[in-house]
């Protein structure tokens, strides 16, 4: 079973709370990731209402994918685990944030995938490498929007 992973790290003009919180509202990942296509909150953890599980439909260069995420957080990261998928056999990712200053937040974006579609490494690797860049250029931009009125 092939499996493809990448990390990647981003500077955000925003204030660290703000972009964690972003991060942590799933639903919201259809406004600034452009392969969400769907995402739907399932359940949160009770008394602090974070993100617990989420059902998300995407699109990518190799076809439209539906799967299940289970979260786990600390207060600098939101990391997650697959728990079904229709492409997918397995995921894992972590968004995990560094304060820069008081309007500055690096993040760090980690995913794995795994699956069993019958392409090259290369091509893998590029789809895996798109994924992970497009997320982060979109959180980036969606505070650069935000930040300048657009």
């Known amino acids: 079973m092939p499996t493809d ?3 990647q790290t981003v500077e955000v003009d925003a204030p660290f709370a703000d972009v964690l919180a972003t991060i942590r509202d799933v639903e919201s990942q259809v406004d600034w990731i452009p392969e969400i296509l769907e995402a739907e909150l399932l359940e949160v953890y009770e008394g602090d209402e974070l993100p617990a599980t989420a059902r ?3 699109s990518a260069a190799v076809g439209t994918d539906e799967y299940t995420l289970s979260y786990e957080h600390t207060d600098n990261t939101m990391s997650w685990t697959m ?6 056999t397995g995921q894992e990712g972590c968004y995990t944030l560094v304060e820069l200053g008081p309007d500055r937040t ?3 974006y ?6 069993n ?3 090259p490494g290369f091509v893998r690797r ?4 798109g994924l ?3 997320t982060l250029t979109g959180l980036r931009k969606h505070f650069e929007a935000t930040a300048y009125g657009s």
């Open 126 to 129: 590029r789809v895996i490498k």
């Open 132 to 134: 992970v860049a497009s």
């Open 106 to 108: 690096s993040v760090t």
């Open 117 to 119: 579609l019958p392409l």
């Open 110 to 115: 980690e995913l794995t995938i795994h699956h």
């Open 5 to 7: 992973s990448d990390t």
């Open 56 to 58: 998300f439909k995407a």
């Open 83 to 88: 728990l079904a998928g229709k492409m997918q």
